[in-house]
């Protein structure tokens, strides 16, 4: 597979009827992990790319979904190219989400337009960050928290708030997660490798 795979964040706003967009999202091929979050967008995913051309291709086809009422599906899309990845989890599963139990699980875009060794060694220590992701768009940085104890959460907000460097830092929870490396949950409610899925690679 080629190295200039296009690897990219995915934020999507709908309109709250979720299990038609649900459906396509949790099938298409291009979308390695699907998370429901809270906050100002419905879904943030994890997708890769061939080129610019089958990426542009893909916003217009998601943008153009409509939902049986015959409305748009999608109210915004906006797209982050990944440029580093800092941090990532290397053995971890859908069978892992879905057994966290009494744990906060987040993502978190923190926009930090300069110097950002003082932030990547905040967050590389720290134990909650499972991912970092350096992104292209109106953050700098997006990262996964997963923490037993909110306390230590409002810790590491904390110890960021303290860097002067930082703008914005913007907390979305998880809802549940639909898709995990290639992963999904079928209609009997065990774990499958989606048929339309050809890629391995992923970022978080």
Known sequence: MSIKIIHALVLIQNWG???????????????????????RHSYL???????????????DRIKSMKLSSGIPAVISL???????VYK????????????MRERYHF?????????DD???KLLSKSPIVHSILHVQ???SF???VIVEDYHEYRKLLSEMKKLKTIHHIETQEVISVLKYRNHILDERGEMTKSDADIRELYTL
Request: hydrophobic share 40%.
């Open 88 to 99: 990532k989890k290397e053995d971890f599963s859908l069978a892992d989400y879905m057994n």
């Open 45 to 59: 995913i994890d997708a890769n790319f061939d080129n610019k051309t089958q990426l542009a291709g893909w916003v």
């Open 137 to 139: 768009g109106e953050n």
């Open 78 to 84: 906006q797209t982050q190219r990944i440029i580093d």
């Open 107 to 115: 993502f978190v875009k923190i926009d930090n337009p300069h110097h």
């Open 17 to 39: 009827e979720d299990s038609e967009i649900m459906k396509i999202l949790k099938n298409n091929k291009h979308i390695i992990s699907l998370f429901h979050i809270m906050g």
């Open 118 to 120: 003082a932030l990547l």
């Open 142 to 144: 997006t990262i996964e």
